[in-house]
């Protein structure tokens, strides 16, 4: 299946792709699990292997490959490491193309090199402790002083928080009207006295992702680093969630995938009442569910990739492989352990670190009854009412 719907290319970069997961991510990836430490220098091997930069062009480092060959990427990492793609993604999905689509030539000389190498980490700081869905109801302020801007807030659930050189930072610029037209973006280095890390959260899954909150103190920034125009701050925010929901949708299909083939695995070995597991329709009929969850939500992803890369609208898409693919992996991680039995509760099989993992994805990047919201309403708009 995988061949008629990908090029002829783009199956032979996701052989590759797949090639570096295996032989260059694999092997650390149990080491990441138990320690819980952040892999600073598989990173920049992801960096230096150019899986960073598919979605920018060779003028800053990147490789212009586009937003389908991202999608593999996301699957093929996730597929082994989910964290890892988690980290790699906020940087070089979430931060550095608004850059690049809205940012001065001054900015993206200086921000994106290093961001596409992994030697330097990006964040993005949308979410606050009194705003989590709702972004319009933004609180943090930046306040224009002289050539500068003063921010002052907190920001919460910030993905590489305590590691980030740079973070996209959003900050209510014009508080007489609605954030959705008062917001601006900054790109906010982190090395400003005003700025300090407040504590990193300890997680249900994704072992050795650092999500953090962050605390803003009368920091000072000069007013270059605005990113585009003063107050139209949303507008990179929405365009900047499409591209992160189908990276996600795509990171989900990874560890679906992977999931399922241990259950696959099992169901062939394990032997009961006298016969191999898959041989009972509870077991083989959960298999064949998953497959197609898998093909479904691989479809509805690379629907969307393609509509990016032709400049489409594509937040319904967006929106719906986030919906169904984080929502099917719960699913196939949840079968997985069934069919893994006891010892898919134990932490030695890998299905059990999957089911934790996969469980962030309904609610990072947009929660799922936020995704069904957005369809919907896109849906009526679509008909006129
Ligand atoms: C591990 C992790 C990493 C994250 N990384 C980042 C990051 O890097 N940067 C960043 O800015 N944010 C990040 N987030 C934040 C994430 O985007 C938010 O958690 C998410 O948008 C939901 O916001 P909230 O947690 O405040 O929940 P709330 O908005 O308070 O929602 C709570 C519940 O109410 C429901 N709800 C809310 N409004 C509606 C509605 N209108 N209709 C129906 N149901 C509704 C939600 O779906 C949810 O079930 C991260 C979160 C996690 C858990």
Same mark, same amino acid.
């Given at each position: 299946?995988?061949?008629?719907?990908?090029?002829?290319?783009?199956?032979?970069?996701?052989?590759?792709?797949?090639?570096?997961?295996?032989?260059?991510?694999?092997?650390?990836?149990?080491?990441?699990?138990?320690?819980?430490?952040?892999?600073?220098?598989?990173?920049?091997?992801?960096?230096?292997?150019?899986?960073?930069?598919?979605?920018?062009?060779?003028?800053?480092?990147?490789?212009?490959?586009?937003?389908?060959?991202?999608?593999?990427?996301?699957?093929?990492?996730?597929?082994?490491?989910?964290?890892?793609?988690v980290t790699r993604g906020?940087?070089?999905?979430?931060?550095?193309?608004?850059?690049?689509?809205?940012?001065?030539?001054?900015?993206?000389?200086?921000?994106?090199?290093?961001?596409?190498?992994?030697?330097?980490?990006?964040?993005?700081?949308?979410?606050?402790?009194?705003?989590?869905?709702?972004?319009?109801?933004?609180?943090?302020?930046?306040v224009k002083v002289g050539?500068?801007?003063?921010?002052?807030?907190?920001?919460?659930?910030?993905?590489?928080?305590?590691?980030?050189?740079?973070?996209?930072?959003?900050?209510?610029?014009?508080?007489?009207?609605?954030?959705?037209?008062?917001?601006?973006?900054?790109?906010?280095?982190?090395?400003?006295?005003?700025?300090?890390?407040?504590?990193?959260?300890?997680?249900?899954?994704?072992?050795?992702?650092?999500?953090?909150?962050?605390?803003?103190?009368?920091?000072?920034?000069?007013?270059?680093?605005?990113?585009?125009?003063?107050?139209?701050?949303?507008?990179?925010?929405?365009?900047?969630?499409?591209?992160?929901?189908?990276?996600?949708?795509?990171?989900?299909?990874?560890? =679906?995938?992977?999931?399922?083939?241990? &259950? @696959? !695995?099992?169901?062939?070995? *394990?032997?009961?009442?006298?016969?191999?597991? +898959? /041989?009972?329709?509870?077991? =083989?009929?959960?298999?064949?569910?998953? &497959? @197609? !969850?898998?093909?479904?939500? *691989?479809?509805?992803?690379?629907?969307?990739? +393609? /509509?990016?890369?032709?400049?489409?609208?594509?937040s319904r898409q967006g &929106?719906?492989?986030?919906?169904?693919?984080?929502?099917?992996?719960?699913?196939?991680?949840?079968?997985?352990?069934?069919?893994?039995?006891?010892?898919?509760?134990?932490?030695?099989?890998?299905?059990?670190?999957?089911?934790?993992?996969?469980?962030?994805?309904?609610?990072?990047?947009?929660?799922?009854?936020?995704?069904?919201?957005?369809?919907?309403?896109?849906?009526?708009?679509?008909?006129?009412?």
């Open positions: 299946m995988l061949s008629v719907l990908y090029t002829d290319e783009e199956n032979a970069f996701r052989e590759e792709v797949r090639e570096f997961a295996e032989t260059v991510v694999a092997p650390e990836a149990d080491a990441i699990e138990e320690s819980g430490e952040y892999p600073r220098e598989l990173l920049k091997k992801v960096g230096a292997a150019g899986y960073m930069g598919a979605l920018l062009p060779p003028e800053y480092g990147g490789t212009g490959l586009g937003m389908v060959a991202e999608t593999i990427i996301a699957e093929e990492i996730s597929a082994v490491c989910p964290m890892l793609d906020v940087t070089s999905v979430y931060f550095a193309p608004p850059v690049y689509k809205f940012g001065s030539d001054e900015q993206k000389k200086t921000y994106l090199p290093s961001i596409i190498t992994g030697d330097k980490i990006g964040a993005i700081g949308i979410t606050e402790p009194d705003v989590g869905s709702d972004t319009a109801g933004m609180k943090t302020r930046a050539d500068d801007y003063v921010i002052d807030g907190e920001k919460r659930f910030i993905t590489n928080g305590s590691l980030a050189d740079f973070i996209l930072l959003f900050a209510v610029t014009d508080p007489s009207v609605k954030a959705r037209k008062g917001m601006s973006a900054f790109i906010f280095e982190a090395d400003n006295p005003g700025f300090s890390v407040v504590k990193d959260y300890d997680l249900m899954g994704m072992n050795g992702l650092k999500v953090s909150h962050l605390k803003f103190e009368r920091a000072r920034i000069p007013a270059s680093a605005l990113l585009g125009e003063e107050n139209k701050g949303f507008a990179i925010l929405m365009d900047e969630l499409d591209t992160e929901r189908t990276s996600l949708a795509a990171g989900a299909v990874g560890y =679906s995938r992977a999931a399922f083939e241990f &259950a @696959v !695995k099992h169901s062939t070995e *394990r032997e009961q009442f006298g016969r191999q597991i +898959r /041989m009972f329709e509870g077991v =083989s009929f959960k298999i064949a569910d998953m &497959a @197609v !969850k898998i093909d479904a939500a *691989r479809l509805l992803t690379l629907q969307t990739a +393609r /509509m990016i890369e032709k400049g489409l609208p594509a &929106a719906s492989a986030k919906l169904f693919a984080c929502n099917a992996a719960q699913e196939i991680c949840y079968d997985a352990v069934q069919i893994l039995g006891g010892i898919g509760y134990m932490k030695e099989s890998k299905t059990e670190q999957l089911f934790r993992d996969a469980r962030l994805m309904p609610i990072g990047g947009g929660t799922a009854e936020i995704m069904q919201f957005l369809i919907q309403r896109e849906v009526y708009k679509e008909r006129g009412y």
